[in-house]
């Protein structure tokens, strides 16, 4: 099973900062690794797949970068409405299909 | 507008089942894989079981293997889950979520999720 290890657990900054969000693979996942953001009571939203596409309607401040083991997404100049969870998640090969424990994007 | 819409969660005792339904609308449903991925009171996310757009492959965690069983009806349009020999750690909301592909496991869709709670 592939574990995604995410860091830091929170990242505590003030709108308009730039954001940056690691995502380390146990074993290459190759590209095969999406983001995904989350707020209180709401279902997860997809930010970016395989590595480094923005999903459809993710504005281009938010941006995914790396491949093998370690990943990035970066929030270059954070809203308000950035403030959230995010997670890392693999789709290698083989099932299981994990996700990272989470980043928190708190406010300063 | 793609829209999925979760129901059949409630309270259950241990080693009790529940079916939970995924209504889903504004997409050809065959040609998609889906998955359910649970979430636990404050928790992370958890992958729990996929299938392919035609559902003739299923995939499933460790933790629920042999006892939750994924199906679609492709005439229905719908996603279900069949959750049996319920434990406390199955407690969580449950959201069905749309594949990227025919076989493809990143989620671009996600629905409101469905509360399963499990406790005597």
């Known amino acids: 099973e592939f574990v995604l290890t995410q860091s830091p657990a929170t990242l505590s900054l003030s709108p308009g900062e730039g954001a940056t969000l690691s995502c380390r693979a146990s074993?290459?996942?190759?590209?095969?690794l999406a983001w995904y953001q989350q707020k209180p009571g709401q279902a997860p939203r997809l930010l970016i797949y395989?590595?480094?596409n923005r999903a459809t309607g993710i504005p281009a401040r938010f941006s995914g970068s790396g491949s093998g083991t370690d990943f990035t997404l970066t929030i270059s100049s954070l809203e308000p409405e950035d403030f959230a969870v995010y997670y890392c998640?693999?789709?290698?090969?083989?099932?299981?299909?994990?996700f990272g424990q989470g980043t928190k994007v708190e406010i300063k | 507008e793609v829209l999925l819409v979760e129901s059949g969660g409630d309270l259950v005792q241990p080693g009790g089942s529940l079916r939970l339904s995924c209504a889903t609308s504004?997409?050809?449903?065959?040609?998609?894989?889906m998955s359910w991925v649970r979430q636990a009171p404050g928790k992370g996310l958890e992958w729990v079981s996929g299938?392919?757009?035609?559902?003739?492959?299923?995939y499933y965690a460790d933790s629920v293997r042999g006892r939750f069983t994924i199906s679609r009806d492709n005439s229905k349009n719908t996603l279900y889950l069949q959750l049996n020999s319920l434990r406390a750690e199955d407690t969580a909301v449950y959201f069905c979520?749309?594949?990227?592909?025919?076989?493809?496991?990143?989620?671009?869709?996600w629905g409101q999720g469905s509360l399963v709670t499990v406790s005597s």
């Open positions: 998640q693999q789709r290698s090969n083989w099932a299981p299909w994990t």
């Open positions: 395989d590595a480094s």
């Open positions: 074993q290459s996942v190759s590209s095969y």
């Open positions: 299938l392919s757009g035609s559902g003739g492959t299923t």
């Open positions: 504004g997409f050809t449903f065959t040609s998609y894989a």
């Open positions: 979520a749309k594949g990227g592909g025919f076989d493809t496991y990143y989620f671009d869709y």
